[in-house]
T-cell receptor, first 118, second 112 residues
Framework: NAGVTQTPKFQVLKTGQSMTLQCAQD?????MYWYRQDPGMGLRLIYY???????DKGEVPNGYNVSRLNKREFSLRLESAAPSQTSVYFC?????????????????FGPGTRLTVL | KQEVTQIPAALSVPEGENLVLNCSFT??????LQWFRQDPGKGLTSLLL?????REQTSGRLNASLDKSSGRSTLYIAASQPGDSATYLC???????????FGTGTRLKVLA
């Protein structure tokens, strides 16, 4: 049981390049999330997928696109990277049954991807 | 719009001290509140989750409380140890949404 995995761990891009960050979970979770973490700003939600087949914008969606490929995988794409997108990106998931159970609403995080855009 | 604040931003205490970390939120209509620990360069690890109907949760030396009416949650750490040194974050999920709003965290250092 690997939990939430993210690839790559590190990436350096030049301005204007594109790339896709991959996230997968093996816990049969329904909801998945993408966050970015910047110094002094905490974690900010980029996009989320409440269930397979749905995606919605979070606080800071501009410059990003997402795909919920299947129940396991949720990818984040930067079409034209900008220096302002230099950040650490985290993927997370919850089982989310809607039954107000602590063990099903706990959010689990991946190890993160450190992205630098030059 | 939900806003989450954590004060203080940093805290340094001697080993063995009991301490309280604070998390404030502006919209009391919450679904749940979750406390996380983050070690430098690592991802987030869940510590405790409190549903909107609960007042507190306990795990070992950790106790988290929730007061929706005042928009506050506290994380109590008993008998702190150097291994507790980390950044502690709280996240709030507002009712009717799947979105989580995070505070900026409290960086804790426990001195041996």
């Amino acid at each position: 049981n690997a939990g939430v995995t993210q690839t790559p761990k590190f990436q350096v891009l030049k301005t204007g390049q594109s790339m896709t960050l991959q996230c997968a979970q093996d816990m049969n979770h329904n909801s998945m999330y993408w966050y970015r973490q910047d110094p002094g700003m905490g974690l900010r939600l980029i996009y989320y997928s409440a269930s397979e087949g749905t995606t919605d914008k979070g606080e800071v969606p501009n410059g990003y696109n997402v795909s919920r490929l299947n129940k396991r995988e949720f990818s984040l794409r930067l079409e034209s990277a900008a220096p302002s997108q230099t950040s650490v990106y985290f993927c997370a998931s919850i089982l989310g049954t809607g039954l107000l159970r602590n063990n099903t609403d706990t959010q689990y995080f991946g190890p993160g991807t450190r992205l630098t855009v030059l | 719009k939900q806003e989450v604040t954590q004060i203080p931003a940093a805290l340094s205490v001697p080993e063995g001290e009991n301490l309280v970390l604070n998390c404030s939120f502006t919209d009391s209509a919450i679904y749940n509140l979750q406390w996380f620990r983050q070690d430098p360069g690592k991802g987030l690890t869940s510590l405790l989750l409190i549903q909107s109907s609960q007042r507190e949760q306990t795990s070992g030396r950790l106790n988290a409380s929730l007061d929706k009416s005042s928009g506050r949650s506290t994380l109590y750490i008993a008998a702190s140890q150097p291994g507790d040194s980390a950044t502690y974050l709280c996240a709030v999920r507002t009712s009717g949404t799947y979105k989580y709003i995070f505070g900026t965290g409290t960086r804790l250092k426990v001195l041996a």
